[in-house]
């Protein structure tokens, strides 16, 4: 295999390495001969074949390894035991490291931090002051951006967009055309998917799911098994748990939403109950479950 690099003397020390500035050996890429490029520490760093490169000021160190198309320039960092494959960029202030992967097209740059076991891939974008890391999964057309944080077995793909100071974590995933900002948080083995749009302060945990194109925003909160979907808004302060289901309705008011409450407070009231008990022997036991259900 005939290489297109070679290491030269110009030296930098980085974590008490010895990292050696490149320079190219021919044309390939963008790249021209004669070209110098950024740190390495080794042949082990970069590989020969393709159109992968180290730009000026870029590094690259440790056990981590660029190939394919991948370019790396700027002040970024891909070090550990990092591997950026494909097609990929890695520019600005970014650093890769730990275990993991970035491959595909995808884009990390400006200061983002992905680490540990994370997967960047396909078309995805981590940018801004990001941190993926973990064992999470980010691809498909996704931004993940601002402040956000994605960690834990968390998963953000197809066209979702993770910005602000959100946290994704747990075994959460947001997909679809999903848009979460603000503080929200996505936790535990909620799903947020479809047109939704969660943020602000807004909380969706447990086995909680948003869909369709429904809003959560405000102090909302939405867990355990409940279902908010449709055109559903949830804001304010409200709570939507239990084994709640929210299609059209807004609940935009400082409240618990739960069905066997609300309609304990039907049954309770006196023009309603007598109309409804004994009609019919299903709606009976149904009554029954339901005042079973609240304790009464």
């Not at 082990?44 to 394919?68: E, I, M, R």
């Not at 867990?223 to 059209?248: C, P």
């Not at 609300?262 to 339901?290: H, M, Q, R, W, Y």
Request: proline residues 1%.
């Amino acid at each position: 295999m005939a290489k297109k690099y070679e290491l030269i003397r110009n030296s930098v020390m980085v974590n008490n390495r010895t990292l050696y500035q490149i320079k190219a050996l021919k044309d390939f890429g963008s790249v021209k001969k004669g070209d110098l490029g950024g740190f390495i520490e080794s042949e082990n760093n970069l590989n020969h074949d393709g159109n992968c490169w180290v730009y000026v000021k870029a590094q690259v160190y440790g056990d981590a390894y660029v190939s394919g198309d991948v370019l790396v320039s700027g002040n970024a960092r891909v070090y550990g035991k990092a591997r950026v494959y494909g097609k990929a960029q890695v520019f600005g202030g970014a650093h890769v490291s730990g275990n993991a992967r970035v491959s595909g097209k995808a884009l990390v740059c400006e200061s983002a931090r992905v680490f540990r076991n994370a997967r960047v891939f396909e078309n995805a974008r981590v940018y801004g002051d990001a941190q993926v890391f973990e064992d999470t999964r980010v691809f498909g057309n996704v931004r993940v951006y601002g402040n956000v944080q994605v960690f834990g077995n968390a998963q953000v793909y197809g066209n979702a967009e993770v910005s602000g100071d959100v946290e994704v974590s747990g075994n959460a995933h947001v997909y679809g055309d999903a848009l979460v900002s603000g503080n929200a948080q996505v936790s535990e083995n909620a799903k947020v998917y479809g047109n939704v749009y969660v943020y602000e302060n807004a909380k969706v945990s447990g086995n909680a799911q948003v869909s369709g194109n429904a809003q959560v925003y405000g102090k909302a909160r939405v867990y355990e098994s409940a279902r908010v979907s449709g055109n559903a808004q949830v804001f304010e302060s409200a709570r939507v748990y239990g084994n709640a289901r929210l299609g059209k309705v807004p609940v935009n008011f400082d409240c618990d939403f739960n069905p066997y409450k609300a309609l304990k407070e039907i049954l309770n009231c006196p023009e309603i109950f007598p109309v409804l008990s004994g009609l019919n022997e299903n709606l009976d036991k149904l009554i029954s479950t339901i005042l079973i259900k609240t304790g009464t």
